[in-house]
């Protein structure tokens, strides 16, 4: 079984379209997260989600909502998508909080904006 | 702002050992961690080291960190062919990881 499962794995959308991206866990971990790996390959995380509290990267657009119906999923909602979105997301999700715990990614979804 | 950086590729033969070598600017960083990205797969914790540590060693795997220079490395040992994937250096912020590009380790027999 795969423990942290993302999809679509690629996503093709016109700019200004609203579009989401799911992420589903199935390690029982309490935190989660989005990573955005942008076209110089640097990837940077963009949200953690920890026992319904939601901790924000300054940096990211308001665009940009996370939605968590539960522990297991943490769900991507990309709004007025705009051509510099275009990027890989990586979804993962970790024990706790802790960096230094083991945190497990998923396989990334593709997003292109045209 | 952060930054982390890693050469792209690196290629060893099976047997020797590998270094991979990273670079970062936060000073404050508390952990700085390896990751693995085997093909297809999703990124997987490694190992880490404690900003106040100068090496981990952790079976065939040694982090060596200098903190004054900034520089940390990842030294495999015994490099086997199932060790080829890309490996990412990450420095840890407040609340935030900051990933390198990724070295790629190319294992040949």
């Known amino acids: 079984d795969t423990a942290v499962s993302q999809t679509p794995k690629y996503l093709v959308t016109q700019m200004g379209n609203d579009k989401s991206i799911k992420c589903e866990q199935n390690?029982?971990?309490?935190?989660m997260y989005w990573y955005k790996q942008d076209s110089k390959k640097f990837l940077k995380i963009m949200f953690s989600?920890?026992?319904?509290?939601?901790?924000i990267n300054e940096t990211v657009p308001n665009r940009f909502s996370p939605k968590s119906p539960d522990k297991a999923h943490l769900n991507l909602h990309i709004n007025s998508l705009e051509l510099g979105d275009s990027a890989v997301y990586f979804c993962?999700?970790?024990?706790?909080?802790?960096?230094?715990?083991?945190?497990?990614f998923g396989q990334g979804t593709r997003l292109t904006v045209v | 702002g952060e930054d982390v950086e890693q050469s792209l590729f690196l290629s060893v033969r099976e047997g020797d050992s590998s270094v991979i070598n990273c670079t970062y600017t936060?000073?404050?960083?508390?952990?700085l961690y390896w990751y693995k990205q085997e093909p297809g797969a999703g990124l997987q914790l490694l190992t880490y080291?404690?900003?106040?540590?100068d090496m981990k060693q952790d079976q065939r795997l040694t982090v060596l960190l200098n903190k004054k220079d900034k520089h940390l490395s990842l030294r495999i040992a015994d490099t086997q062919t199932g060790d080829s994937a890309i490996y990412f250096c990450?420095?840890?912020?407040?609340?935030?990881?900051?990933f390198g590009k990724g070295t790629m380790l190319l294992v040949s027999p």
């Open positions: 936060d000073s404050s960083s508390t952990y």
């Open positions: 989600y920890n026992n319904k509290e939601l901790i």
């Open positions: 990450a420095e840890e912020g407040y609340s935030t990881l900051t």
């Open positions: 993962a999700s970790s024990p706790d909080l802790e960096f230094n715990t083991e945190a497990f």
């Open positions: 390690l029982g971990h309490d935190t």
């Open positions: 080291i404690f900003s106040n540590m």
